[in-house]
């Protein structure tokens, strides 16, 4: 049988991923079982320690505004307020990795979006993830370990060059590799189905 992957480049913390997750799910829900899914972490910001100058903030607090407004995501704004925000989205893309590591990737997505979103905690400190690993019954000795080692950066940084060898435009975005060949799938926030009828004609 001819394998074929369906690739998601996300980052846990693209407030547009946050927006899509509700037609994404419904998506997953209807693909058929001869197509297998795979989330590629896209790494949105680098590691850093400074403080996000306060236009930035304003700017991506107006993202979550216009996403609201668009889709009716739910967003606590609070998180301005209450963390000192980081432009740093790679220690959640490796938490990603490590709990796929333990079998939960799809769980820590959701944990670190929960988190950050809905109860104002910061996405960009190691200690959220750990803390997160814990409430999901992970191994934390282990995920802490996975997460300061070579092993699973060497994995990152090969993650992040595939990521950026497929042919997508932002995150998050859908690539379709089917007989050898890969297709751009369009991504609706509103509406699954048009992803949908584009992976079953490809197929078919």
Request: proline residues 5%; charged residues 20%; aromatic residues 10%.
């Amino acid at each position: 049988m001819t394998s074929t992957t369906l690739f998601y480049v996300h980052d846990p913390m693209c407030s547009w991923c946050w927006g899509h997750r509700p037609q994404w799910q419904k998506l997953q829900d209807a693909l058929p079982d001869t197509v297998v899914v795979k989330n590629v972490v896209g790494g949105l910001a680098p590691d850093s320690d400074e403080l996000m100058p306060l236009a930035q903030q304003q700017a991506i607090a107006g993202y979550w505004r216009n996403i609201e407004g668009l889709l009716g995501t739910q967003f606590n704004h609070d998180f301005w307020q209450k963390n000192s925000p980081r432009r740093s989205t790679y220690p959640a893309c490796r938490a990603v990795i490590a709990a796929r590591w333990q079998d939960a990737e799809e769980q820590m997505i959701l944990a670190i979006q929960e988190a950050y979103y809905l109860k104002a905690k910061n996405p960009s400190d190691t200690e959220t993830h750990i803390l997160l690993a814990a409430e999901l019954g992970l191994d934390s000795e282990k995920f802490a370990a996975d997460l300061n080692s070579e092993k699973l950066e060497q994995a990152f940084v090969e993650e992040l060059q595939f990521a950026y060898s497929l042919p997508i435009s932002g995150f998050p975005s859908m690539v379709l590799q089917h007989q050898g060949a890969v297709h751009v799938i369009p991504l609706d926030y509103k509406d699954h189905r048009g992803g949908l009828a584009a992976i079953t004609e490809i197929i078919a």
